[in-house]
């Protein structure tokens, strides 16, 4: 069974430019959701996706999109970057919809995180 | 709105005293309510959820709608409990989920 893989590990924009991270789920995962941590406070919701499609989202505006892949790995993409926009990006892949889409019971694994520092 | 608080950023209890992590929540509907835990150098990890109703790690956690609290309890404070401690709730449908901001553990020698 293969973790939830992210990368870049780390990485440095200046304002006003476009970044993207990605995610691996962990296998057998058909969901993935986002986070936003900046430090000393817990993550933040920024959006999920469920079988390629985006399943919920949190309070981020649109230049926050993402993308799910047939494999369920996922891309975070930020546009206009911002300095506010500096912090640890989590993703976490989980198992929904067992029951049907909403009945989910599964639990969140964590990525390691992408480190973002914006200039 | 809904949130969590956790009232504590940091708690510093010795080995072998109890440790109690408090957390709150405002949400209109019934969440479900996590512990989640990272230890230093590693990756957040569920530690336990209050619908199955386990002890993980020896720690409890009962929710208590009246008082809409999910605090987070152990007897005996171990070292390796040191760690940065996070509730937090999803809806039904799973497609959100609100963390609070942290309480710190240290457990002294």
């Known amino acids: 069974e293969t973790g939830v893989t992210q990368s870049p590990t780390h990485l440095i924009k200046t304002r006003g430019q476009q970044v993207t991270l990605r995610c691996s789920s962990q296998s057998g995962h058909n969901t993935v959701s986002w986070y936003q941590q900046a430090l000393g406070q817990g993550p933040q919701f920024i959006f999920q996706?469920?079988?390629?499609?985006?399943?919920g989202r949190g309070n981020f505006p649109p230049r926050f999109s993402g993308l799910q892949f047939p494999n369920y790995s996922s891309e975070l993409n930020v546009n206009a970057l911002e300095l506010d926009d500096s912090a640890l990006y989590l993703c976490?892949?989980?198992?929904?919809?067992?029951?049907?889409?909403?009945?989910?019971?599964?639990?969140?694994?964590f990525g390691p995180g992408t480190r973002l520092t914006v200039l | 709105a809904q949130r969590v608080t956790q009232p504590e950023k940091l708690l510093s209890v010795f080995k072998g005293a109890p440790v109690e992590l408090k957390c709150n929540y405002s949400?209109?509907?019934?969440?479900?309510l996590f512990w989640y835990v990272q230890y230093s150098r590693q990756r957040l990890q569920l530690l336990l959820r209050h619908i199955s109703r386990e002890s993980i790690k020896g720690f409890t956690a009962d929710l208590n709608k009246g008082e809409t609290s999910f605090h987070l309890k152990k007897p005996f404070a171990q070292e390796e409990d040191s760690a940065m401690y996070y509730c937090?709730?999803?809806?039904?449908?799973?497609?959100?989920?609100?963390f609070g901001p942290g309480t710190s553990l240290s457990v002294i020698p």
């Open positions: 937090a709730l999803t809806n039904i449908a799973y497609d959100k989920v609100i």
């Open positions: 949400y209109s509907g019934s969440p479900e």
């Open positions: 996706y469920y079988r390629e499609e985006e399943n």
């Open positions: 976490a892949s989980s198992q929904l919809g067992r029951t049907g889409r909403g009945g989910g019971t599964d639990t969140q694994y």
